[in-house]
């Protein structure tokens, strides 16, 4: 906690700097609102039970894109890294996909899929599967050859070779692919649902801005990032929990 | 004189025979392993001894079958290789441990990948790890170990299946120099223990003279000399200190500044 204490005064000073800039500036609450207001709001939307059902729906897609999106992207990097020619083969395209970029999907998803969770949790998902990929290759790709040697060498299967050996050896590295694609996540259902959503976080600053609710937008900032740190954390306990299972130590 | 030269006897019938075996990592290119003729008799431990990046760590995956011969064979028991051998246990370089397994399931690792490992096999795997001193660090994971400690493990890891032949790769290069002499007197032990066939790779005159009924001197991808040692059996600590080791030392470098080849021959003094 004592750790802490300074970038924790740090906000303080930042919020009174602003608090006093926004009251003495002159500046109009339309454009900056003060930091009690956007506290004010933020509680009135708790209390009114209106930010739940928003909340839920980004948590959801959020947690459906990241899920979906890691799962694959653990299954292609693994194939990809077990099979070097498929790897040839597809590594244009899989890098393709990614370049192409994956919110201006946003109004084909719509189309295909129409309006609500789908689009935003395939775009999510899209944005997920990269990191994950990645990371899964190259952890894969860094066993040392005296160790797969020494597989060899017990006559261990592929599938052994894999589960025993390759997979505990790239998990950090995966383990860190998978934190990046938490952030990610939160961008990707976020923005996703400004262009598709009909609830949701995003949707709700959308909402606002319709109505000049600059309070309500930055209300629902914190949210966000609340939401995000949140899962964020909860990634780095199952992170330290699994690392200290598979890892040196 | 203690060690008389006796080039390795291809009639006799070796329990590992290494038959003209050469290697190029490419066709058509410059042979790695060239025309090795080679027989270690069953329940002794060969050295195989030269310098840097003169062949021997190929020469031994291919006694291991991790690599296959480009041209000529080698038998296991008369059988010729066509892939990793079962009978054989390897110890690399490094220890190459699994950073998340206990020193006891590294042991166990060998078993662990054919069957679930029962509790003879446990028990097995204490008596290997006690035999070579760590009975009380079986839970330690790598990290908690020192590098003699990880060598130790590596080597009872080898010898979990019972092998018949145990191939060794400069295992103890890295250790300090008190720690390397205990780890040769535990692989001796050990080797007598069920008379296990050994090939030794160094590039430690000392180390091959040590533990060799027979050492070899490899240059420029072919055995050049190989020499029996005629020191008694068990080996001792104290025999490191006798004039017929040192003999037997200085025979074998003066063996290898021979036939060192023109391009890495020292200057003249």
Known sequence: ?249 | MPTDPLPTDPSAPGFVAVERASYRYQAGGPAVVDGVDWAIPRGEIHCLLGRSGCGKTTLLKLAAGLLLPSGGAIRIGGEALRGPSPRAGFVFQAPTLLDWLSALDNVLLPVSLKRRPTAADRAAARDLLARVGLADLAERRPRELSGGQRSRVAVARALIGAPDLLLLDEPFAALDALTREELQDDLLRLCALHGTTALFVTHDIGEAVYLGDCVAVMAGGRLTQARRIALPRPRLPALRYTPAFAAACRALREAMDGETGPASRRPAA
């Open chain 1, 1 to 249: 906690m004592t750790a802490r204490l300074p970038s924790l005064l740090l906000l303080l000073i930042l919020l009174a700097g602003w608090e006093g800039w926004c009251r003495f500036g002159g500046l109009s609450p339309l454009v900056l609102p003060p930091p009690s207001a956007v506290l004010v709001t933020l509680g009135g939307e708790i209390a009114s039970g209106r930010l739940w059902p928003h909340l839920a729906v980004t948590a959801a897609e959020m947690a459906l894109g990241l899920g979906i999106g890691a799962l694959v992207g653990l299954g292609t990097g693994i194939l990809l890294a077990e099979v070097p020619a498929l790897s040839r083969l597809l590594r244009p395209y899989v890098l393709a996909s990614q370049l192409v970029p994956k919110l201006a999907l946003g109004p084909l998803f719509i189309i295909w899929f129409g309006f609500g969770m789908t689009p935003t949790i395939v775009i999510t998902a899209l944005i997920c599967f990269f990191p994950l990929m990645e990371t899964t290759l190259t952890g894969l790709g860094e066993v040392d050859a005296a160790r797969r040697d020494l597989f060899r060498m017990l006559g261990a299967s592929r599938l052994q070779t894999l589960l025993r050996l390759k997979l505990p050896t790239a998990l950090p590295v995966i383990m860190a692919g998978l934190r990046v694609a938490v952030v990610l996540a939160l961008v990707g259902a976020v923005v996703g649902e400004f262009i598709g959503g009909r609830s949701g976080l995003g949707a709700s600053i959308i909402a606002a801005q319709s109505v000049m609710d600059s309070s309500l937008i930055f209300a629902l900032f914190i949210v966000i990032t609340a939401l995000g740190m949140l899962l964020y954390e909860t990634v780095r306990l199952v992170e330290r929990r699994v690392l200290r299972r598979f890892s040196k130590g």
